[in-house]
């Protein structure tokens, strides 16, 4: 098929191919989350299982019975790391949300379905802890960027019940994905990722939301409008797969590519900060 053309998937998939000015990008970050450790209350490296990156940050707010964002960072499943993405922190804190950065092992050390089993040990851990940090363990919403989407949309969907007796049916009942993957199928031809990814059609269908029945709780989906068309592709698809119901918002925002939309991700005064507030219940910006 032309839509698995090596060549094409590189040039549609490789952000960092696409963003020449990406090196500065992830230098702001990492200025940016140094900073918001430095600012706020913080809990640092609390572990949530004993296996590889099994680890978490929490930022608490001073709310009490505070909602709980999850945010996974993105990176392709086998690069970055929690600390890299702290910048996303402060903006929530200040508006009265509890805010968790899970970390999780890499490819190609792990598989992707090592990667998805660990934030389902994570969710679990924060749903039995969070009252120790302020959070309300009912309302807890998980938001990821890129492979950190795909992670957020694979937990509405896990089966929770199966994962502990002590845990509810809709651990995750709303969530928001950016920039997200739900169909993995083209990743498994794509050679900057192949190698690292080792995806088999058995493994492409076990990992891919699209596939899946659509679940109980609600998913917002947005994407850069200067992303690929790949991109552009996969944000359109859950809506369709999963149904208007399930994904009511699935935006396009103009004026972003793949990084910088998380710009708009941490400005109080944007759409896409607002879509996660809204799925918060926190009152908008």
């Known amino acids: 098929m032309a839509r698995f053309d090596p060549a094409w998937l590189d040039a549609q998939y490789s952000a960092r191919a696409r963003i020449p000015e990406h090196p500065q990008i992830f230098e702001r970050w990492e200025k940016a989350s140094a900073l918001a450790r430095e600012g706020l209350s913080r809990r640092l490296d609390v572990a949530y299982g004993d296996g590889p990156n099994e ?3 929490i930022f608490p707010t001073t709310r009490a019975d505070a909602p709980v964002l999850v945010f996974i960072h993105g990176g392709w499943w086998r690069t970055l790391d929690k600390r890299d993405l702290s910048f996303v922190a402060p903006s929530f804190v ?3 949300a509890m805010v968790v950065l899970p970390n999780y092992a890499l490819c190609p050390a792990v598989g992707i379905d090592t990667i998805a089993l660990q934030m389902v040990q994570a969710l679990a851990w924060i749903y039995r ?3 120790l940090y302020g959070g309300d363990p009912k309302r807890i919403v998980v938001a990821g ?3 950190g989407g795909h992670l957020a949309a694979m937990l509405l969907s896990c089966d929770w019940k199966a994962v502990g007796r002590d845990l509810p049916a809709q651990l995750v009942t709303s969530a928001l994905s950016i920039s997200g993957v739900f169909e993995l199928e083209p990743l498994r031809h ?3 990722l192949k190698d690292d990814l080792q995806l088999t059609p058995a493994a492409v269908r076990k990992l ?5 029945a659509p679940p109980k709780g609600r998913l917002y989906a947005a994407v850069g409008a200067d992303e690929s068309e790949e991109f552009l592709r996969q944000n359109a698809l ?3 797969a999963w149904g208007r119901k399930t994904v009511p918002v699935a935006e396009t925002i103009a004026g972003e590519h793949h990084l910088s939309i998380l710009r708009q991700f941490v400005d109080p005064q944007t759409r896409l900060h607002n879509m996660a507030r809204e799925l918060l219940q926190l009152p908008g910006a």
Not at 208 to 212: D, I, L, V
Request: aromatic share 8%.
């Open 55 to 57: 680890t978490l940050d």
């Open 94 to 96: 200040h508006a009265g």
């Open 129 to 131: 802890n969070a009252e």
């Open 145 to 147: 960027h890129s492979a």
């Open 190 to 192: 794509a050679p900057f």
């Open 208 to 212: 891919s939301p699209a596939g899946f």
């Open 238 to 240: 859950i809506q369709q």
